[in-house]
């Protein structure tokens, strides 16, 4: 979580940075984000 949050706010729009990939299926892993006990994404 913390390297996809350091992608979002450290580096400029457009500029190349890495990608998370799953070594499984060779897929960007998506974005990651806390959750509740009941599932539900908590927001900010």
């Not at 992608?7 to 729009?13: C, G, K, T």
């Amino acid at each position: 979580m913390v390297v996809q949050w350091g992608e979002s706010h450290l580096f400029a729009r457009g500029e190349r940075h890495s990608v998370l990939i799953d070594s499984r299926t060779r897929e960007p892993v998506p974005r990651m984000a806390p959750k509740a006990k009941d599932g539900s994404t908590l927001l900010p």
